[in-house]
């Protein structure tokens, strides 16, 4: 306690100041030696230096819980369950709320005001394929992918495609679309061409007639199919799941099923209820193989001597089955110099006189025809029908406990050109697709 001194005492002058202990300081008040002060002189600045020291451990506190929240935050953001979709906005820029995963979880709930908020709505099977269903029972449609996730479906498909990213791709708004050419396919009188659609010209005299030409304008029908297909996911998955998630898993198989089957049709497909394929085409070209089971230098001459004039850029390109890539690595041109692998202390070049050698398993294997094939792609004609529709059932697989999302794709597929093109000397053919024949 303080207390001031009322006359000298002990040594101590009249008027000082002292802090005593409380009975130090009530015997002298009650004998009149001290009174006790009202106002503490030291308690402002203990207070004040109080406050500082307590300003400052509150706001270490502080920053110390902001940072630990921001930390939680950045890394809450970069896990799977709660990250943003990268696919959708770089920099985790897309909107959680307008997602692929929230499509699907939408589709599962029957949540009709979520997808039409993203621009999907139910749609029906075609007039004849619904009446041909007309007698089972079940869903006969499914919800549109909206656009935004239809373009990034199809961004994913081309990726993992060899023919599609390459191939002329035309937007289909019915089930078939007539695709105008030029009839160039027809074989000439000698000294004429047919790479002018049936347009002849001749050298006249004066005042002579001239002869009555015009274009051969020839239709291609697209006729697109659907390319159907399934997934299924455990239901204490999808219990568990969030958005992302489904984003990171049925965005990436659906693109992959699509582009390998795509693909497949492309290439091999025989035309009946699917895309007719290259190898399939009446018009592919095949060049003899020089011995059984090669692919030599003369071989891959020989096809490139056959491909249409005026070709080139990235839509010409080799494919090839694995089972070709040890001949291919080993293909050696003049003076017995290495074509492709160069050098074995680095990574082969993949391209074949300028054009690069793509690897794909849905070809023929080696000694089959079309093992290897020289293809120009942008004489591929691909309609998109832009519909992938998505449909969820928990039913049929209710005992194993899953549930299975269904997608269908609607897409047309086929050469352009009717048939190869005969050269002006009436017996020369080339054409936009070449393979190796069979050994």
Same mark, same amino acid.
């Given at each position: 306690?303080?207390?001031?001194?009322?006359?000298?005492?002990?040594?101590?002058?009249?008027?000082?100041?002292?802090?005593?202990?409380?009975?130090?300081?009530?015997? +002298?008040?009650?004998?009149?030696?001290?009174?006790?002060?009202?106002?503490?002189?030291?308690?402002?600045?203990?207070?004040?230096?109080?406050?500082?020291? *307590?300003?400052?451990?509150?706001? /270490?506190?502080?920053?110390?819980?902001?940072?630990?929240? /921001?930390?939680?935050?950045?890394?809450?953001?970069?896990? #799977?369950?709660?990250?943003?979709?990268?696919?959708?906005?770089?920099?985790?820029?897309?909107?959680?709320?307008?997602?692929?995963?929230?499509?699907?979880?939408?589709?599962?709930?029957?949540?009709?005001?979520?997808?039409?908020?993203?621009?999907?709505?139910?749609?029906?099977?075609?007039?004849?394929?619904?009446?041909?269903?007309?007698? /089972?029972?079940?869903?006969?449609?499914?919800?549109?992918?909206?656009?935004?996730?239809?373009?990034? %479906?199809?961004? %994913?498909?081309?990726?993992?495609?060899?023919?599609?990213?390459?191939?002329?791709?035309?937007?289909?708004?019915?089930?078939?679309?007539?695709?105008?050419?030029?009839?160039?396919?027809?074989?000439?009188?000698?000294?004429?061409?047919?790479?002018?659609?049936?347009?002849?010209?001749?050298?006249?005299?004066?005042?002579?007639?001239?002869?009555?030409?015009?274009?051969?304008?020839?239709?291609?029908? *697209?006729?697109?199919?659907?390319?159907?297909?399934?997934?299924?996911?455990?239901?204490?998955?999808?219990?568990?799941?969030?958005?992302?998630?489904?984003?990171?898993?049925?965005?990436?198989?659906?693109?992959?099923?699509?582009?390998?089957?795509?693909?497949?049709?492309?290439?091999?497909?025989?035309?009946?209820?699917?895309? *007719?394929?290259?190898?399939?085409?009446?018009?592919?070209?095949?060049?003899?193989?020089?011995?059984?089971?090669?692919?030599?230098?003369?071989?891959?001459?020989?096809?490139?001597?056959?491909? +249409?004039?005026?070709?080139?850029?990235?839509?010409?390109?080799?494919?090839?089955?694995?089972?070709? %890539?040890?001949?291919?690595?080993?293909?050696?041109?003049?003076?017995?110099?290495?074509?492709?692998?160069?050098?074995? #202390?680095?990574?082969?070049?993949?391209?074949?006189?300028?054009?690069?050698?793509?690897?794909?398993?849905? %070809?023929?294997?080696?000694?089959?025809?079309?093992?290897? +094939?020289?293809?120009?792609?942008?004489?591929?004609?691909?309609?998109?029908?832009?519909?992938?529709?998505?449909?969820?059932?928990?039913?049929?697989?209710?005992?194993?406990?899953?549930?299975?999302?269904?997608?269908?794709?609607?897409?047309?597929?086929?050469?352009?050109?009717?048939?190869?093109?005969?050269?002006?000397?009436?017996?020369?053919?080339?054409?936009?697709?070449?393979?190796?024949?069979?050994?």
């Amino acid at each position: 306690m303080f207390v001031q001194l009322n006359r000298d005492f002990v040594g101590r002058k009249a008027g000082e100041r002292l802090d005593l202990s409380d009975t130090d300081a009530n015997a +002298l008040i009650a004998t009149g030696t001290a009174s006790p002060l009202a106002d503490d002189p030291l308690g402002p600045l203990f207070q004040a230096s109080l406050d500082r020291a *307590l300003a400052g451990v509150a706001g /270490q506190v502080q920053s110390s819980v902001e940072s630990a929240l /921001q930390g939680f935050a950045q890394a809450q953001t970069k896990s #799977r369950k709660n990250a943003l979709p990268a696919i959708f906005g770089p920099g985790t820029a897309g909107d959680p709320k307008r997602t692929f995963g929230r499509f699907l979880l939408a589709v599962r709930h029957g949540d009709r005001k979520a997808l039409d908020d993203m621009g999907s709505r139910f749609v029906e099977w075609d007039v004849e394929q619904k009446a041909a269903l007309s007698t /089972q029972g079940g869903t006969t449609g499914g919800y549109l992918v909206p656009t935004e996730f239809h373009g990034e %479906l199809m961004r %994913l498909v081309s990726e993992r495609s060899v023919v599609r990213p390459r191939a002329t791709v035309l937007p289909m708004a019915t089930r078939e679309m007539e695709v105008p050419t030029l009839d160039v396919t027809s074989a000439p009188s000698a000294g004429d061409t047919a790479m002018l659609g049936g347009v002849v010209a001749r050298w006249t005299e004066e005042a002579t007639t001239l002869n009555e030409t015009e274009p051969t304008l020839k239709q291609i029908k *697209l006729v697109n199919h659907e390319l159907s297909g399934y997934s299924k996911v455990s239901n204490t998955l999808l219990a568990d799941a969030q958005a992302v998630g489904l984003d990171a898993l049925l965005m990436q198989l659906f693109s992959r099923a699509i582009a390998w089957y795509e693909d497949y049709a492309f290439l091999r497909g025989n035309g009946v209820g699917k895309p *007719l394929g290259v190898l399939s085409w009446n018009g592919l070209i095949s060049v003899t193989r020089s011995a059984a089971n090669a692919c030599s230098l003369a071989d891959v001459a020989g096809m490139y001597g056959r491909l +249409l004039p005026g070709a080139g850029g990235p839509n010409v390109v080799w494919a090839v089955h694995p089972t070709l %890539l040890v001949k291919l690595l080993t293909m050696t041109g003049g003076d017995n110099v290495i074509f492709i692998g160069n050098d074995v #202390r680095s990574a082969p070049r993949w391209q074949i006189l300028g054009h690069d050698v793509l690897i794909s398993e849905k %070809l023929p294997a080696l000694n089959s025809l079309g093992d290897i +094939l020289l293809m120009d792609l942008s004489h591929y004609l691909i309609g998109d029908r832009m519909q992938v529709e998505i449909a969820y059932s928990e039913h049929v697989a209710f005992l194993s406990n899953q549930s299975v999302w269904r997608f269908v794709s609607r897409v047309a597929g086929q050469p352009w050109l009717r048939d190869k093109v005969t050269l002006a000397d009436a017996t020369t053919t080339l054409g936009p697709f070449i393979g190796l024949s069979e050994g």
